[in-house]
């Protein structure tokens, strides 16, 4: 089983790159709530606290996208460097505020630069391995070991962002992510030799130069993500609403994490093995049984049920977003891997938005099994936009696979040039997306 991972691991500095991108991205799952623990217990307002978090979801959102774009076409340690040394220094500068009861006005300029500045290393790590493995069907295993490490992150995560901030010092989760932050971004960004080669926009084809949004394939992805998010910012929510209502609120975290479990084992398993099916058809086939999952809630009658339900389900997810990315690394030039990343994960934190704030409005309106059919309901309508969409999706890689067999062509026709796929012929290696 795990001959695949030993596989991807024997690439020089693969195990080194891919365990510092974990230790970095560990901020991604705790630094929301280590600030929402800081504030509300400091200040004594869950509102204030809210609100401040919202400034740094939203300003990441919208900065995450020029940030990749700026790496794919510079280089990651040429402009990741200073911004992770400015993202520490100001959630450094929130930590000290905060403590020190500063006007309100100062937290929401500090969080707006922080979630400026703050990178999304998850798509950083996964242009790595594309740059790593380009060309192989090994890709596959890849960014299934990375969908399984996000999962531990976001099970323990949120676990040691509480235990720091309620039984160490209200500020303790948010030293935390300091650290895990800058140890891990700054080890990831000395690995020089891992790192994918900068293309300036001046070397782009036509092609290469166009707007990702102005792709139909690119939209039909960014909307699946961005429901995907719904689904998963209104599913947390409401959770934590059933078990209260029951009177059971500490068990909350245990069936959420039962979600993660579930999806971390399936994510290494569907990892280990090749499948031999176009990355296309696993991905409708995921979104398929994913929707089947979600509406096993239906027949959440108790606490117990519904973890069962959150198990079978998750185990559908992990693999699911796997062959998004692989979709992801076929449909868009690998100049602009990361750009595309960035994108899709911010549809998906705009999803997380919406779905808090209407599975919070549902849930005040009708209670928490309300909140459940807004669960269900997004992720039918995740699976609609797939059917609807998976004509132009279907178009759109056979034209970047058809792209990329000519470029190997005029490539062959120059003996003297060098390899331009380390990893041989695309057209020996078969149909990686079909």
């Known amino acids: 089983m795990f001959k695949s991972y030993r596989e991807i691991f024997a690439y020089p500095g693969a195990l080194s790159f891919s365990i510092a991108g974990a230790i970095a991205r560990f901020p991604m799952a705790m630094a ?76 929401y300029v500090i969080a707006a630069l922080s979630g400026a500045t703050t990178g999304s290393f998850g798509a950083f790590v996964r242009a790595r391995w594309t740059h790593l493995l380009a060309g192989s069907r090994k890709l596959n295993t890849a960014y299934a070991f990375e969908a399984a490490l996000d999962e531990v992150i976001f099970i323990f995560g949120p676990i040691i962002a509480t235990v720091l901030a309620t039984v160490v010092h209200p500020a303790a989760g948010i030293i935390a992510c300091l650290l895990t932050s800058g140890i891990g971004g700054f080890w990831f960004l000395a690995q020089r030799q891992t790192e994918p080669t900068p293309r300036g926009k001046a070397d782009f084809s036509p092609e290469e ?76 086939g995921g979104i398929i049984l994913m929707a089947l999952g979600f509406s096993t809630f239906f027949f959440a009658s108790n606490a117990w049920i519904l973890g069962l339900c959150l198990a079978l389900t998750g ?7 796997t062959n998004a990315t692989n979709i ?94 380390p990893q041989g012929d695309p057209r020996k290696k078969g149909k990686s997306l079909g």
């Open 32 to 107: 929301g709530l280590s600030t929402l623990l800081m504030i509300s217990t400091l200040y004594g307002e869950y509102s204030l606290a809210g609100q401040v978090n919202a400034v740094v979801v939203i300003t990441m959102a919208a900065a995450s996208p020029i940030q990749a774009q700026l790496v794919d076409r510079h280089g990651q340690a040429k402009i990741l460097r200073p911004l992770v040394a400015a993202s520490l220094i100001l959630l450094a500068a929130l930590t000290v505020a905060t403590l020190y009861h500063a006007p309100r006005w100062t937290l």
């Open 209 to 284: 130069a166009k707007p990702l949004l102005k792709s139909a394939a690119m939209v039909v992805l960014g909307t699946i993500f961005m429901l995907c998010g719904l689904t998963f910012g209104a599913l947390d929510l409401t959770v934590v609403a059933y078990c209260r209502e029951i009177g059971l609120p500490q068990i909350a975290g245990i069936l959420l994490a039962m979600f993660g479990v579930t999806s971390f084992l399936a994510a290494i398993i569907y990892g280990a093995k090749e499948w031999g099916i176009s990355a296309l058809r696993l991905f409708v």
């Open 315 to 321: 185990a559908t997810y992990a693999p699911t977003m």
């Open 328 to 421: 992801l690394a076929n449909l868009v030039p690998s100049s602009r891997f990361t750009e595309g990343m960035a994108w899709l994960n911010t549809f998906f934190t705009l999803g997380i938005s919406a779905g808090a704030w209407i599975g919070g409005n549902v849930v005040d309106a009708g209670g928490a099994r309300a909140g459940l059919w807004v669960v269900i309901a997004a992720a039918w309508a995740i699976l609609a936009v797939v059917l609807a969409g998976s004509l132009p999706l279907r178009n759109s890689l056979r034209r970047a696979y058809k792209r990329r067999l000519v470029a190997v062509d005029l490539h062959l026709a120059k003996p003297d040039s060098p390899d331009l796929h």
